[in-house]
């Protein structure tokens, strides 16, 4: 089972920034790859939405909205992946949650890549 933690929300005005962070660990067995790391959220009454995921291959795919403001990026050493927004909007006000497509070895047996998500961390824009 893979565990996501995120970290790095909070409440800044518009036009401020902030720094999101994500690490991926396991309670048993080791990680064997990860395929694609990323950020969706879900603003109150809206769907949930792809905000920019990164690939072992380092392809990236932003929302139209966040590109050229926002940018991923990863630590492999770290297993983890960071979000930099710069540039915050009101409409960016949202829990931000990690996404992972992580492969693992667990007792020998390995799993290729299974979907995984941290619980979220919430990021308010507001003066």
């Known amino acids: 089972q893979v565990q996501l933690v995120e970290s790095g929300g909070g409440l800044v005005p518009p036009g401020g920034s902030l720094r999101l962070s994500c690490a991926a660990s396991v309670s048993r067995g080791r990680i064997f790859s990860i395929n694609v790391m990323g950020w969706y959220r879900q603003a109150p009454g809206k769907h949930r939405e792809l905000v920019a995921t990164l690939t072992s291959g380092d392809d990236t795919n932003y929302a139209d909205s966040v590109r050229g403001r926002f940018t991923i990026s990863r630590a492999n050493a770290r297993n983890a992946v960071y979000l930099q927004m710069n540039s915050l909007k009101p409409e960016d006000t949202a829990v931000y949650y990690c996404?992972?497509?992580?492969?693992?070895?667990?007792?020998?047996?390995?799993?290729?890549?299974?979907?995984?998500w941290g619980r979220g961390t919430q990021v308010s824009v507001s003066s």
């Open positions: 996404y992972g497509d992580i492969g693992t070895v667990v007792d020998d047996i390995l799993d290729r890549g299974s979907n995984y």
